[in-house]
């Protein structure tokens, strides 16, 4: 874990009220897919980083993409190429994929998307089934890089105006029998991994799935226990440190 000051190289909406941004670090870090960074808003008004998914790693350009929620995302929007930003990473536990693992389904909603593209981009020589799902039309990014690395993407909408009328989990299920996955990977909203979990259980489908969670969070290093989350033998893990990613049998989500 390194902390940093890097250069904004790139900033753009993507998506309404998303934004991709391309920083310039003044050294190469080795990224693991489905780690993040804290990264510095530009307003000292908001005192803490925000933390975001790492998106690609490529030699000392680092690009991650994210949705204007409150004042420190908004700040960040605004942020011009040339601008020198505090930013520590690489942070979490990123995604342990397999070699076993052949043929992967990817389940991913709205801003959960960001992190599993990280995970089919960099490892490679594997199938992968993608399922995403968004609010709606316009909030829908992405889709020709999970084209790019998918065997089969499927984009699905709330309101069915792009892609089937559904949502990624049930879009996923009506497809498990096809596709057979090694195993299953997700990110997305509570609401989304919580249903996973549960049709998975009901349906009895043991194949291993990892989930990536985005608790709110405080430091990032596993110091201030703002982000802990309850394990499913009772105990406390830390989504910064021991996380973000775990197996979805391991977490109460
Ligand atoms: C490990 C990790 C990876 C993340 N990756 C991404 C990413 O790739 N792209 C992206 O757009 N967002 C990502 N997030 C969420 C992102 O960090 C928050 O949306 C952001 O910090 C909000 O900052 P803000 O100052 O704009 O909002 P605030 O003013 O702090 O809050 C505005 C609203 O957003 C909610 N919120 C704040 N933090 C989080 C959070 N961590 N998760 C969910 N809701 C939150 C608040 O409850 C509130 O409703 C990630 C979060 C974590 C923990
Ligand atoms: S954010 Fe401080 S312990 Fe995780």
Redesign the pocket.
Known sequence: MKELVCTVKYNARIASG?YAMTITLPCEVQVKCGQ?LNIS?GNPA?LLK????I?RANGKNIT???????????ALSGAKPGERLAVTLPL?NGFDIPADAKRIAVVGGG?GI??LLSVIEQVKDREYYSYIGFRSAEYACLTGEFAAASKSLTVVTDDGSIGQKTNAVAAFLAEYCRIKPDLIIACGPPVMLRALKTQLNERLITTPCLV??????GCGIGACLV?VCKKSDGSNAR??KDG?VFDIDEVDL
């Open positions: 998303i993040f808003t908001n925000r933390p975001f998914g998106m991650f993409c994210y949705q204007v929620k409150g004042g420190g995302t908004a979490g801003v960001f992190p990536s969670l985005e608790e709110r969070m982000c989504v910064c973000p």
